[in-house]
């Protein structure tokens, strides 16, 4: 077995990402030394804490089409090789020695197509989000009619990008068994399912339930209601918590709203609202409701989040069909109660629990019985917990992916 501690480089246009809190997880607990290369970062206050501690932050420059500074979707292809390339001369630049591990996330832009070029013989592990298909999931379903067909095109160019990473990767992970049924059954033995799992000690059910929201204290008795998404978007189903949001305030008067995420729509696959506040148009798609009962917190903190979750009657995941977002869980670990769409991704943890999407009606009458009923919101909780205990544990899932490391480090050349 090798010694610890192993060098891993990761890799993700933006940090910290997905793999910015497992890079951090192995700095801090199993003390590797970490050089995390990105094009864009979050501002310091989202960092994990291991950077200057053991994770070497640093950057990569792209050329190209992925020089302008909002790259429309019929040049992704392009953007992605960009991408890929400047990963790889940002090696050859910095020439860092020696590295035992490169561990990419492929979100359809090829992050570790070249790693090996610099390092031969280094295992280059892949992180994937799920196959993009090019007529079905997401927005593709809804936006059939209205998109050109170089749409689909470009979806199909992002989907061949990650089959490229499977080709040329030594070990590939995905997070769900639905996210590996999305690629082509020819690649499902070569993707591991393995989720990063959740920060326990820092998502947690808290004894003093927070009363204060983001500096304004909640009105004895008030009910809270949460929707988080890193931008505040259709995909993650802003369009349906307003409408649920609307018919709740109309049956109670005793319910807040909190929204945590960007409101600029940071997602390419949303062409319409890319770059643009997608809730401004939602506002004028309900004018009477009460506005006032809404807080748009912005990009919150892990600290921030974990409160937010804490203080949460009521979290509420109507997203299309998605991978399994982070946000959920976490809600589940702070012991909100968490109504989710039927999409597979959410039947794979909620099993029968969960609501068809688009009905509205369904949405209103579940969400006022977990407000109404504490003993129904109890049962949610119980199941919510025992669901993240054995599955989404963080302490426990990343040990086994530091095992996967060790095989991989004791069967192949350590580059120096």
Known sequence: MPEDPLHVVWVEPRFPGRLGA???????????????YCQNADSPEHWPSSVGRGLDLRAYVVGGAALESSVTWPRALERGLCHAF????ALERDKIRPIDVIVGRSM?????L???????????????DGFLHAREHDLADEALADMPEAYFRWRQSAGAMDLLDLENAQACFTPSEWQRSTYPVEYHDTLQVLHEGVDLRTFRPRSDRPKILKGNPLAPGTKLVTFVARSLDRLRGLDRF???AERIASARNDVVFALAGDPKVDRPLDVQWHNHVYLDALQLCHPRFDWSKFQVLGHLRSDELAELMAMSNLHLAP????PLCRSTLQAMACGAPVLASDTPPHRAVFGNGVIPGADIDAWVAQSLAVLDDQEFAESINSTNRQTIASRFDRDRNLVQLACQFDRLVSGSEVFK
């Open 22 to 36: 497992i890079a951090d997880w192995f700095t801090r607990k199993r003390g590797y030394r970490s050089t995390f």
């Open 86 to 89: 400047g990963f790889y001369e």
């Open 108 to 112: 359809g832009i090829g992050s570790g």
């Open 114 to 128: 070249f790693a090996s070029v610099h390092a031969p013989g280094v295992p280059v592990v892949q992180w994937f």
């Open 242 to 244: 307003v409408a649920i």
């Open 319 to 322: 997203g299309r069909i998605y």
